[in-house]
């Protein structure tokens, strides 16, 4: 299984971006999907997760209201749309497929991870 991650890159504060993670697996429709980041010398950290049907989402509060998560399934993807972007939200971001159909804050519910795409913010 792998989960191509894509979209970052620097922007500056107030301005957007849109993150892809695109997935080779086959049963990828039937499974939550989630963005997590980690900033340098932090813990990586859940940003925002979609239930498989797309009928259930969840956000950091960091990002509520800023950003959007959204799904293809007839793709394999999965987006990001972050706006209003601030220096605070420069990390990598890493998507992640679930274990089952819903999402989930908790690492430890996903059972493959992206390589990750950096997001970095100038303010």
């Known amino acids: 299984v792998q989960l191509q991650a894509s979209g970052g890159g620097l922007v500056q504060a107030g301005g957007s971006l849109r993150l892809s993670c695109t997935a080779s697996r086959r049963t990828f429709s039937n499974n939550g999907m989630a963005w997590f980041r980690q900033a340098p010398e932090k813990e990586r950290e859940f940003v925002s997760g979609i239930s498989w049907r797309g009928d259930f989402t969840a956000y950091a509060d960091s990002v509520k209201g800023r950003f959007t998560i959204s799904r293809d399934n007839a793709k394999n993807t999965v987006y990001l749309q972050m706006g209003s972007l601030k220096p605070e939200d420069t990390a990598v971001y890493y998507c992640?497929?679930?274990?089952?159909?819903?999402?989930?804050?908790?690492?430890?519910?996903?059972?493959?991870w992206g390589q990750g795409t950096q997001v970095t913010v100038s303010s």
């Open positions: 992640a497929e679930a274990r089952g159909s819903t999402a989930s804050r908790e690492r430890s519910f996903y059972n493959y």
